[in-house]
């Protein structure tokens, strides 16, 4: 079957996340197709058979690669084979352990179809912790004037929320391989640079913060990536400079408090 949407999935050694996704896209409205790239998982026996399990509920293509790539290469193998099958129009990002909620692919698509100069649509996020307890909500800017100052500051598109059309992948390449741990970032900084985007201002995923992932274990990583990153694009104005001066104490705090504060006081 010919899907419009494709979800790409990557996946490394996070059964139980993945078990949890899966489940929670069987309640999406739309038709689409799962894209999942297993990164040279240790359990990859076991991959193929939580996938089966699923086949009569979702149509999913598995992709094992035989060793780990790391994320970025991982992703983009897996744009790669996407852009391959013409019929896909739309790509959506998620990842293993979290969760679509009220129909995210149906409100995503009819905002392209409200508005064809979109590229990328978003949404609002809850972030939960791996029990599914509610830590903290994320509401960044909707309109597409207040994305690109704030872009400058932080990243205001939670990566596995987004949707955006594969033509733009086919018109701004893959994602940048020169921003360990940040390649959403970087690649979203070029992406609204050439396409309007738009974040939904409702709450379409539930985010896990998984003491695993990247951000957890790269955030030295990531946050000298984001200082490269805003120092590239740094154009002297207020918001940029605010940016990346945040950037610079981000560098220093670790990130134990500064989940702290974004519980108590910047997304209370």
């Known amino acids: 079957m010919e899907h419009l949407l494709a979800v ?3 996946h490394y050694n996070n059964i139980e996340g993945l078990d949890a996704t899966l489940q929670s896209l069987t309640t999406e409205a739309e038709d689409f197709t799962v894209i999942i790239i297993d990164d040279g998982s240790d359990n990859q026996k076991q991959v193929e058979t939580l996938v089966q399990s699923y086949k009569k509920q979702l149509h999913i293509t598995l992709i094992k690669q035989p060793i780990c790539l790391g994320v970025t290469k991982t992703l983009n193998n897996g744009l790669t084979y996407i852009l391959k099958q ?4 739309y790509i959506a990002r998620i ?6 909620i009220n129909n995210r692919f149906k409100k995503q698509l009819e905002a392209f179809k409200l508005d064809s100069n979109l590229g990328i649509v978003s949404s609002w996020v809850t972030f939960v912790d791996t029990s599914n307890t509610f830590l903290f909500n994320f509401k960044p800017p909707t309109t597409y004037k207040k994305i690109k100052q704030n872009i400058y500051k932080y990243n205001p598109f939670v990566h596995p929320a987004v949707m955006y059309k594969s033509e733009v992948v086919e018109t701004i390449g893959m994602y940048p391989e020169n921003y360990p741990a ?6 979203f900084f070029k992406m609204i640079k050439q396409y309007k985007a738009k ?3 409702q709450f379409l995923l539930e985010y896990e913060v998984n003491p695993k992932s990247i951000s957890a274990l790269k955030r030295k990583e990531q946050t000298k990536s984001r200082i490269k990153l805003f120092l590239n694009n740094y154009n002297f104005t207020f918001t940029a400079t605010v940016g990346l001066i945040r950037a610079f104490i981000t560098n220093i705090i670790p990130q134990k408090t500064m989940l702290y504060f974004k519980k108590t006081v910047f997304y209370k």
């Open 95 to 100: 990842d293993a352990g979290d969760r679509c």
């Open 199 to 201: 974040i939904l201002p």
């Open 8 to 10: 790409l999935l990557p």
């Open 86 to 89: 013409k019929h896909f129009i």
């Open 182 to 187: 940040l390649e959403d970032h970087a690649y």
